[in-house]
């Protein structure tokens, strides 16, 4: 297998839920927590602009409404993305892909783009974010790893951008995984840590994959994946795991 180059220990959304989830604010603080690498969900705005944001819709995490991606990045970019979270962060912006970026490359920070499509939008999503993230990291020693639940989303990637680097998401073992990953070309799949054993990252690593788990927040999760051997562990704890320790 060649070198891993990815931190084992990887800030959720940015900082867990000590921040506005998908906000540059909560990469920030996961940056000041000592993180080097964070995962991150984006998805499309109705005009193509690739932007983080976990659900469809903007309810949850913004003052928007309805589903994110009818709207133009004009109009998300108006949106306060923090005052749901505390008062400390609000005014924050939804970010585009690219924003995010800018900071992880002016740190030398990784990232693992999750594509999160909004439903029906695997394939434009996974076409335009991966060939997006091509452009954006040309020429970098350490491309962002993509990864999806979505395969179609994957294959529009491998398509759009074959050289980099693809990863399956289970949060099941479903009927036909191992061959899906073998023909998305992947380098890894991230499962949830409960399924993660010895007879499953055995048969990751024999297959030449590497192994990464969300999400773990526990101590006793954390010792139990660590001792197994996966090579990432995606975490919402910032505060209980120090990444330079791992
Ligand atoms: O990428 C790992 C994890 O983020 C997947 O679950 O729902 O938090 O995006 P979710
Ligand atoms: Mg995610």
């Given at each position: 297998m060649t070198p891993w180059p990815y931190p084992r220990w990887l800030a959720h959304r940015g900082a867990g839920k000590l921040a506005p989830e998908n906000t540059l604010a909560a990469f920030r603080l996961g940056a000041g927590l000592g993180y080097t690498a964070f995962e991150c969900d984006v998805k499309l705005s109705a005009d193509g602009v690739p932007f983080l944001l976990h659900d469809d819709a903007l309810d949850r995490t913004s003052n928007g409404a309805g589903t994110a991606s009818a709207l133009p990045w004009a109009d998300l970019s108006q949106l306060d993305a923090g005052s749901w979270h505390s008062r400390t962060f609000a005014g924050e912006s939804l970010p585009t892909l690219q924003a995010v970026a800018a900071f992880v490359l002016r740190n030398g920070f990784s990232l693992n783009i999750e594509i999160k499509p909004t439903l029906g939008a695997?394939?434009?999503?996974?076409?335009?974010?991966?060939?997006?993230a091509d452009r954006l990291w040309a020429g970098q020693a350490v491309p962002p790893l993509l990864s999806s639940f979505r395969p179609e989303a994957l294959a529009a990637a491998q398509a759009a951008a074959p050289a980099l680097p693809r990863a399956l998401l289970l949060d099941t073992l479903w009927p036909g995984w191992f061959e899906c990953a073998t023909e998305l070309g992947c380098v890894a799949v991230v499962t949830q840590h409960g399924l993660m054993n010895t007879e499953l990252l055995n048969r990751l690593h024999a297959a030449g994959w590497r192994a990464l788990v969300y999400t773990v927040n526990d101590a006793?999760?954390?010792?139990?994946?660590?001792?197994?051997?996966?090579e990432g562990l995606?975490?919402?704890?910032?505060?209980?795991f120090a990444p330079a320790t791992g």
């Open positions: 695997d394939v434009p999503t996974g076409q335009r974010v991966a060939a997006l006793t999760d954390a010792e139990r994946l660590l001792a197994l051997g996966v995606i975490t919402d704890n910032l505060n209980g």
